[in-house]
């Protein structure tokens, strides 16, 4: 949109409320003028003040995220009530938000749903999607699958990308529809194409695992490669996997390792597993026993069982750390407990050559 800036400047600086929210959008999203949060924060604040509702909400939006003003959460509440009263549908929506997840204010299902209902109700699909979450979670209200469908396929209407994810899950479950991976696929796909990374993902394992199209491994590392570049911890996880197995990529350890190590700082456990196996064996990576029992002890203290086996092994063989029998038998334990079925027999073998 082309607007005369210094036409529009001369307003606000006049005093115009409506002048000066619109020169607040300009620096807020960089139109006809370079992206500058502390002067969109600026201009919202002088037709906040004077009543702007569309000024109050994006006020909020600014202390919310701190941009351009210190964060906040109390006075974005603040300026999206406001406008929230006045039944700005996007305060409403951003209010709901807070109370769901409690910022700024206590957490409050019940709340957050009065706000998500009053913008859905006005056809605003982020809220229609939002209330459908709520649904399906049984957040604030009953849990009902069949009423989020409903929503978020209202929302899918509007092109609201979450949606579109979301209807895809509910037909891969068969939660509040009957079960169809096609229909899945098609709704995961609508999103991925939109650079949903989690949508890319899923559509990934549609692929690699032949559920609702062919199974086709290339196409599934296609998929996994765009969600991991977005920094997707579970794609970047597969795309390791793909390459450490040859499917769908010529094999390749340290393309596997690069891709599990970018997963692995983003504390996903079966990464992490993945790369101690790799410094544990020296696979694509040069070998090293203590490397391999500090990403098996991070997962492990995540409470994921295949890491607390292999730790306690690395405690059982001395690998890595000093040999020690009984934290060997802690992490063991702690395994069989997160469902590890161990092999006992082996574990007793392991432990006897050790000592003898």
């Given at each position: 949109m082309n607007i005369d800036i210094d036409y529009l400047m001369e307003d606000a600086q006049a005093g115009d409320a409506y002048a000066q929210f619109i020169l607040g959008n300009c620096y807020y999203y960089g139109d006809n003028l370079n992206q500058d949060y502390e002067q969109a924060a600026f201009w919202f604040k002088k037709s906040a003040v004077q009543g702007d509702i569309k000024a109050?909400?994006?006020?909020?939006?600014?202390?919310?995220?701190?941009?351009?003003?210190?964060?906040?959460?109390?006075?974005?509440?603040?300026?999206?009530?406001?406008?929230?009263?006045?039944?700005?549908?996007?305060?409403?929506?951003?209010?709901?938000?807070?109370?769901?997840?409690?910022?700024?204010?206590?957490?409050?299902?019940?709340?957050?749903?009065?706000?998500?209902?009053?913008?859905?109700?006005?056809?605003?699909?982020?809220?229609?999607?939002?209330?459908?979450?709520?649904?399906?979670?049984?957040?604030?209200?009953?849990?009902?699958?069949?009423?989020?469908?409903?929503?978020?396929?209202?929302?899918?209407?509007?092109?609201?990308?979450?949606?579109?994810?979301?209807l895809g899950i509910c037909y891969y479950y068969g939660e509040g529809v009957e079960q169809d991976y096609e229909k899945s696929v098609y709704w995961y796909r609508k999103a991925a194409e939109q650079d949903f990374p989690q949508a890319q993902f899923n559509l990934g394992v549609c692929y690699h695992f032949g559920e609702g199209v062919e199974q086709d491994y290339e196409k599934a590392v296609k998929w996994y490669k765009k969600a991991a570049k977005q920094d997707n911890a579970q794609a970047q996880y597969n795309l390791g996997a793909c390459y450490h197995f040859g499917e769908g990529v010529e094999q390749d350890y340290e393309k596997a390792a690069k891709w599990y190590k970018k997963a692995a700082k983003q504390h996903y456990a079966p990464a992490m597993c993945s790369l101690g196996n790799y410094y544990y064996y020296g696979d694509g990576v040069e070998q090293n026993y203590e490397k391999a029992v500090y990403w098996y002890r991070i997962a492990a203290e995540q409470n994921f069982g295949y890491a607390q086996e292999l730790l306690g092994n690395c405690y059982l063989l001395g690998s890595g750390v000093p040999q020690d029998n009984k934290k060997a038998k802690m992490w063991h334990d702690r395994a069989k407990e997160n469902g590890e079925e161990l092999d006992e027999e082996l574990l007793e073998e392991m432990k006897e050559a050790f000592n003898s």
């Open positions: 109050q909400n994006m006020l909020g939006v600014c202390y919310y995220l701190g941009l351009g003003i210190k964060q906040d959460h109390r006075q974005a509440i603040f300026w999206f009530m406001k406008a929230a009263e006045q039944n700005d549908i996007e305060a409403q929506r951003n209010l709901g938000d807070c109370y769901y997840y409690g910022n700024g204010v206590e957490q409050n299902y019940n709340e957050a749903v009065k706000y998500f209902k009053k913008a859905a109700e006005e056809d605003f699909a982020p809220a229609q999607y939002s209330l459908a979450v709520c649904y399906y979670e049984g957040n604030g209200v009953k849990q009902n699958y069949e009423k989020a469908v409903e929503l978020f396929k209202k929302a899918t209407k509007q092109d609201f990308v979450p949606a579109q994810f979301n």
